[in-house]
């Protein structure tokens, strides 16, 4: 399975943008898809996850201006970013991470979008 994301670009505080994370086949059995983000010098972290219960999570510096969602019919996982801050800037990834009773199927990621919040 491949992970394709797109949508990240330059946007001034307060602006808005839509990532998308397209996979390669269908997302309905996976069991969790998410968005991390790492900036320079820091740690990957989760911004954000959608588990296959539709439950969604988000971390605290996030909650309130970000959201998560799919789309089965497109096999493509989104992350709406709205009241961007210039600490959201961050190379954002998604994953997908599936699991069986036999065991891990795949925990994969995508290459990565560049998202930058100017001041």
């Known amino acids: 399975v491949q992970l394709q994301a797109s949508g990240g670009g330059l946007v001034q505080a307060g602006g808005s943008l839509r990532l998308s994370c397209t996979v390669s086949?269908?997302?309905?059995?996976?069991?969790?898809m998410a968005w991390y983000r790492q900036a320079p010098g820091q740690q990957r972290e989760l911004v954000a996850r959608y588990s296959s219960s539709r439950t969604k999570n988000y971390s605290d510096s996030v909650k309130g201006r970000f959201t998560i969602s799919r789309d089965t019919t497109k096999n493509t996982l989104y992350l709406q970013m709205n009241l961007l801050k210039p600490e959201d800037t961050a190379v954002y990834y998604c994953n997908a991470y599936r699991v069986t009773a036999g065991g891990v199927i795949y925990d994969v990621w995508g290459q990565g979008t560049q998202v930058t919040v100017s001041s």
């Open positions: 086949e269908s997302i309905a059995p996976i069991n969790v």
